[in-house]
């Protein structure tokens, strides 16, 4: 069960490079291959993909247009004696011979080749593994889209350019099939809708991805913002099939990156210095912690899993019937740590960041999870924090994938701060300071009680 309802406020002051947003950035792109299929601006995308990653070399299972050529540093045909070696420096093209006005595409040994050539020389190989004949969308033949069965990532893109234009061979590179597989007429207007259902059908978007590659979606040509808000939502819709979606505009070099965000309710703890089991303590006729729970939910995150330990039991049955994972931590008396590391460890592996809540905050509100969730959308930044009255933190805080594995070696009485040294932290500025009230104390349960009642 997906639940993603995050509204993102698809402002571009703040924006990340297109490696950076398909996390390719650095040595995270060495000796991977990365497909690109698909419309809406696949050549243009590749080009600054590589510009971004170079060394490295793009070659193409398509057709390529002569007037592309030039994007790019060398340009290699695939005779022997141009292939071996290749030049080590900047962008190397490696097409097949010339026909007329387009490239011919390579052949399945040189592409081997490739492959191999970039795997020892540690350097990332793109390929343009579909064509579009420059048209916004597009649905596959039955040949296509001709993607290495090696390949480690493969994104689909679509332009965004074409939503409200009718189906029709102006707008749609192959529209019978474009119409056969979203179940929209030729000559109606494209919606949203059918850019969904043909991006996430077998017969589409899906067509010929090899299993264990990654799948991210890539909505181009979001230049106003209208288009800009329209592909937010796109995203949302999209992330149940897909590792991610990115939202942006290759031409203003301007992307946000739609993960899945997670909830880790932290709920194993003894509640000495309050006396009593505090996470079932009342707040509005609930639980605490199945108040936590149910905002975590109805604010988008997915999946939400609470971290139980002492008098677990009793914490799971108030659970009952929400749709959430529960990760016992046997070793809860050992400190904070040991639920945090429980709490990661539960996490699917395609899961963008994680937003650690307290079972002993029932009144943070949804917006500001949404508001940590939109924000990461912007920069993927690694840790980010509330910032109170611009002078206090506090919870709850997001964590990037890219600190997990540190997440995972914490020890001891010790939470996520322990990470504030190590990773850029951004504050997120924000004006309710009931953020910072927590129940270590009656008198703290009362307070928040009293406050209720205002």
Same mark, same amino acid.
């Given at each position: 069960?997906?639940?993603?309802?995050?509204? =993102?406020?698809?402002?571009?002051?703040?924006?990340?490079?297109?490696?950076?947003?398909?996390?390719? &950035?650095?040595?995270?792109? &060495?000796?991977?291959?990365?497909?690109? %299929?698909?419309?809406?601006? @696949?050549? &243009?995308?590749?080009?600054?993909?590589?510009? +971004?990653?170079?060394?490295?070399?793009?070659?193409?299972? $398509?057709?390529?247009?002569?007037?592309?050529?030039?994007?790019?540093?060398?340009?290699?045909?695939?005779?022997? =004696?141009?292939?071996?070696?290749?030049?080590?420096?900047?962008? %190397? *093209?490696?097409?097949?011979?010339?026909?007329?006005?387009?490239?011919?595409?390579?052949?399945?040994?040189?592409?081997?080749?490739?492959?191999?050539?970039?795997?020892?020389?540690?350097?990332?190989?793109?390929?343009?593994?579909?064509? &579009?004949?420059? /048209?916004?969308? @597009?649905?596959?033949?039955?040949?296509?889209?001709?993607?290495?069965?090696?390949?480690?990532?493969?994104?689909?893109? =679509?332009?965004? $350019?074409?939503i409200g234009k009718p189906l029709s061979d102006e707008h749609i590179h192959r529209p019978e099939i474009f119409s056969q597989l979203s179940g929209l007429k030729i000559g109606q207007p494209i919606t949203p809708k059918e850019i969904i259902t043909t991006l996430t059908h077998p017969l589409g978007g899906m067509k010929n991805i090899p299993a264990g590659a990654r799948r991210i979606a890539f909505l181009n040509q979001a230049d106003t913002p209208k288009l800009q808000s329209i592909g937010g939502s796109m995203a949302c819709e999209l992330l149940g099939k897909l590792d991610s979606v990115i939202v942006g505009s290759v031409q203003k070099k301007s992307f946000r990156t739609f993960e899945q965000t997670a909830g880790i309710i932290l709920a194993a703890g003894k509640a000495t210095r309050y006396g009593s089991l505090k996470q079932l303590l009342d707040w509005k006729g609930?639980?605490?912690?199945?108040?936590? =729970?149910?905002?975590?939910?109805?604010?988008?995150?997915?999946?939400?899993?609470?971290?139980?330990?002492?008098?677990?039991?009793?914490?799971?049955?108030?659970?009952?019937?929400?749709?959430?994972?529960?990760?016992?931590?046997?070793?809860?008396?050992?400190? +904070? $740590?040991?639920?945090?590391?429980?709490? %990661?460890?539960?996490?699917?592996?395609?899961?963008?960041?994680?937003?650690? #809540?307290?079972?002993?905050?029932? +009144?943070?509100?949804?917006?500001?999870?949404?508001? #940590?969730?939109?924000?990461?959308?912007? !920069?993927?930044?690694?840790?980010?924090?509330?910032?109170?009255? !611009?002078?206090?933190?506090?919870?709850?805080? *997001?964590?990037?994938?890219?600190?997990?594995?540190?997440?995972?070696?914490?020890?001891?009485?010790?939470?996520?701060?322990?990470?504030?040294? /190590?990773?850029?932290?951004?504050?997120?500025?924000?004006?309710?300071?009931?953020?910072?009230?927590?129940?270590? /104390?009656? !008198?703290?349960?009362?307070?928040?009680?009293?406050?209720?009642?205002?």
């Amino acid at each position: 069960m997906l639940k993603i309802n995050f509204i =993102a406020i698809m402002t571009y002051n703040k924006s990340m490079d297109l490696a950076h947003s398909l996390r390719l &950035s650095g040595s995270r792109a &060495s000796h991977l291959t990365v497909s690109l %299929v698909g419309a809406g601006g @696949k050549t &243009s995308a590749i080009f600054q993909l590589a510009r +971004q990653l170079h060394p490295c070399i793009v070659t193409a299972t $398509s057709h390529l247009g002569i007037w592309q050529i030039p994007l790019a540093d060398h340009h290699i045909t695939e005779t022997p =004696a141009e292939l071996n070696p290749l030049p080590k420096d900047g962008i %190397v *093209l490696v097409t097949g011979q010339m026909d007329g006005e387009r490239t011919r595409p390579v052949s399945n040994e040189t592409l081997l080749w490739l492959r191999e050539y970039s795997k020892n020389r540690n350097i990332p190989l793109l390929v343009e593994a579909d064509g &579009s004949r420059q /048209k916004p969308l @597009k649905a596959p033949a039955d040949h296509e889209p001709p993607i290495p069965e090696f390949s480690d990532l493969v994104i689909l893109m =679509a332009g965004l $350019s074409g939503i409200g234009k009718p189906l029709s061979d102006e707008h749609i590179h192959r529209p019978e099939i474009f119409s056969q597989l979203s179940g929209l007429k030729i000559g109606q207007p494209i919606t949203p809708k059918e850019i969904i259902t043909t991006l996430t059908h077998p017969l589409g978007g899906m067509k010929n991805i090899p299993a264990g590659a990654r799948r991210i979606a890539f909505l181009n040509q979001a230049d106003t913002p209208k288009l800009q808000s329209i592909g937010g939502s796109m995203a949302c819709e999209l992330l149940g099939k897909l590792d991610s979606v990115i939202v942006g505009s290759v031409q203003k070099k301007s992307f946000r990156t739609f993960e899945q965000t997670a909830g880790i309710i932290l709920a194993a703890g003894k509640a000495t210095r309050y006396g009593s089991l505090k996470q079932l303590l009342d707040w509005k006729g609930k639980p605490f912690v199945r108040q936590v =729970a149910e905002t975590a939910l109805h604010a988008g995150l997915w999946p939400v899993v609470v971290v139980t330990g002492f008098h677990s039991a009793e914490v799971e049955s108030s659970l009952m019937g929400l749709p959430i994972s529960i990760a016992y931590n046997p070793d809860f008396e050992d400190g +904070q $740590s040991t639920s945090i590391r429980a709490g %990661v460890e539960a996490l699917p592996q395609n899961t963008g960041s994680a937003i650690f #809540l307290l079972a002993d905050q029932p +009144q943070i509100p949804g917006d500001i999870i949404r508001a #940590l969730a939109e924000s990461h959308t912007k !920069e993927l930044d690694p840790i980010i924090v509330p910032l109170i009255l !611009e002078e206090r933190r506090a919870n709850p805080v *997001l964590f990037d994938k890219v600190t997990f594995p540190d997440l995972l070696q914490l020890t001891g009485d010790v939470g996520g701060r322990a990470l504030f040294s /190590k990773y850029k932290v951004t504050f997120l500025p924000w004006h309710d300071d009931l953020l910072l009230l927590d129940v270590d /104390k009656p !008198e703290d349960y009362q307070r928040l009680i009293d406050i209720e009642t205002i």
